[in-house]
């Protein structure tokens, strides 16, 4: 079962894996980005050394750049190693997915090759999954388009933890290797469209050269392309796409035309799109498809002129970021989900329930009786005096709101009708038992059926995370006293049936406690006191009770 730790781990690794991504799209040219890949794998994987080999025309590899160790950078920036020696370190040792690991062991045959090598030194490793200094990793960079054209490789070495990186290490440097093979190919698309451009404006000699390799960069490119109009009545409006833009949206050239991308932006995207300048602007928003469906772009927008005093035109380069969305949306859910039950995490439960939360105790609580009916018949200066309004609603600063519903308890010994968040702390009672009775495996059963057992029993608003262990807890808001009570009983009542697993029946039973979320407090004591409350009632309960649910 996965440690309570591990997705605060894997949601640091996921900040600083979304950051080295995102610094790949701020470089300008194609030697910055080479450079911004590599000091992204020093900065954001967790690597001492990082290494980009990238292909050259004749088919060998020469490092394009290094970090971590300036040293080694000006011994072997701009060596090269043949195509030869790299397919062969390319179908050597494990293959790690999409990645290539070369242990020591076998590496010691690739010492004299001719591919640039940096040797690191250090001890010997103690544990299995030490990293040695002679171990090697490789992620080779595919060109965009679903082909196995091979763009180049990126070497790492010597990570900082000092052991080799399990499947969450592996997949974020893999998923890296993919968005800096993105990276340089686009740098490599807007060099080219660069020098075309820079062609059509000071070449009108070379006009018509200049504009057959502008169309054909423009037709032929991978990504979408289009050209829209500048100013006057029409502006916005798309003048030319290209294949590959007909294709993403679903639409055919002459259909296109017809629209300006402001009549294709998804309703919520569109002040992105106003607010992005046409002045060398970009954007990640989404563009409608024939079907109805919505697709995640990144705009990038440049001013092209067409003669030196004509009229101007925005050239627009649309890529396609679908999947990368879905994948930083996968990690999200990843980093705040229990990868077992799949329910929120204790990370997840601590912001939902910090959400309702704020620093000062509800109004009623600091309002007098008087206070009070000023705020009945509508005296507002009165209430809001204290920094309240009659609408529970806390102001902020002069005529200013914060739009908070402060969260308040209902009376601990009377009902007297207030509705608030209850904190509905479980503890599993026998669980500890199948485990040693019968394994982890029957335990992990266990936890999933239970999850789901109380995932059902909860309205649609609610939220049941799993704490840790066999702990879980219940947010259900807009409950009294008795309608908490009342839940608890439901859901023990919920997990007491026998569970099947690998064709047994087992059971256990639960232990609830019942906490009140209110302002005033953090989500640390409440989740505290429903824990306490859970354990006095767990002891006011025989044994044999327990064990029966």
Not at 305 to 334: C, M, Q, S, W, Y
Not at 431 to 438: G, L, P
Not at 456 to 463: A, H, K
């Amino acid at each position: 079962m996965e440690a309570e730790s591990e997705p605060y781990v894997r949601l640091a690794t996921m900040r600083q894996l979304h950051q080295a991504v995102a610094d790949l799209n701020t470089a300008r040219s194609l030697a910055d980005t080479l450079q911004t890949v590599a000091d992204g794998i020093v900065a954001g994987l967790g690597y001492e050394l990082g290494c980009v080999n990238l292909v050259r025309p004749d088919g060998d590899l020469v490092v394009a750049a290094f970090a971590g160790n300036s040293a080694a950078e000006a011994l072997i920036t701009g060596r090269v190693g043949s195509r030869a020696s790299w397919d062969r370190r390319l179908s050597m040792g494990e293959a790690w997915d999409g990645l290539r690991f070369i242990p020591h062991t076998e590496g010691w045959v690739l010492l004299d090759d001719d591919v640039p090598q940096w040797h690191t030194e250090g001890p010997e490793p103690r544990f299995e999954d030490e990293w040695h200094p002679l171990d090697r990793l490789y992620a080779p960079m595919y060109a965009s388009g679903g082909g196995m054209d091979l763009l180049g490789v990126l070497s790492v070495d010597r990570p900082r933890n000092g052991r080799r990186p399990g499947a969450w290490g592996r997949e974020a440097l893999q998923m890296y290797a993919s968005q800096a093979a993105i990276a340089i190919s686009n740098a490599r698309l807007r060099a080219n469209m660069q020098r075309a451009l820079v062609r059509l404006e000071r070449e009108q000699q070379a006009l018509r050269a200049s504009e057959e390799s502008f169309r054909q960069a423009f037709e032929y490119a991978p990504s979408g392309m289009a050209i829209a109009e500048m100013g006057g009545d029409q502006h916005g409006r798309l003048l030319r796409t290209n294949d590959a833009l007909c294709r993403l949206l679903g639409r055919p050239a002459s259909v296109l035309r017809r629209y300006s991308f402001a009549d294709l932006v998804h309703p919520e995207d569109i002040g992105t799109l106003l607010r992005t300048s046409a002045e060398g602007g970009r954007a990640e928003l989404r563009l409608g498809r024939r079907d109805g469906t919505y697709l995640w772009v990144s705009l990038r927008n440049s001013v092209v002129a067409d003669t030196a005093d004509g009229p101007r035109f925005l050239l627009t380069h649309v890529e396609d970021i679908e999947e990368r969305k879905r994948n930083e949306l996968n990690l999200a859910h990843r980093a705040s989900h229990d990868a077992l039950t799949g329910l929120p995490n204790s990370a997840e439960l601590r912001a939902r329930l910090s959400a309702r939360l704020c620093e000062r105790p509800h109004a009623s609580a600091t309002s007098t009786a008087i206070e009070a009916l000023d705020a009945a018949y509508g005296d507002v200066e009165a209430s809001s005096a204290h920094g309240y309004h009659a609408d529970g609603y806390e102001a902020d600063g002069p005529g200013g709101y914060d739009h908070h519903v402060h969260t308040a308890a209902p009376h601990p010994e009377r009902d007297d009708g207030t509705k608030g968040l209850a904190v509905l702390f479980c503890d599993l009672d026998g669980f500890k038992s199948i485990n040693d009775r019968f394994g982890h495996h029957a335990g992990d059963a266990v936890l999933i059926e239970v999850a789901r057992r109380l995932t059902t029993c909860v309205r649609d608003g609610d939220t049941v995370a799993r704490l840790g262990g066999d702990e879980f807890v219940v947010l259900a808001d807009g409950l009294g006293a008795a309608d908490a009570a009342d839940l608890a009983v439901r859901l023990r009542n919920a997990i007491i049936p026998p569970i099947r697993v690998d064709g047994r029946a087992v059971r256990v039973g639960a232990s609830f406690g019942i906490g009140w979320a209110e302002c005033g407090m953090t989500d640390e004591e409440v989740l505290h006191s429903a824990d306490q409350r859970m354990y006095v009632e767990k002891r006011s309960r025989s044994k044999v009770h327990r064990r029966a649910g």
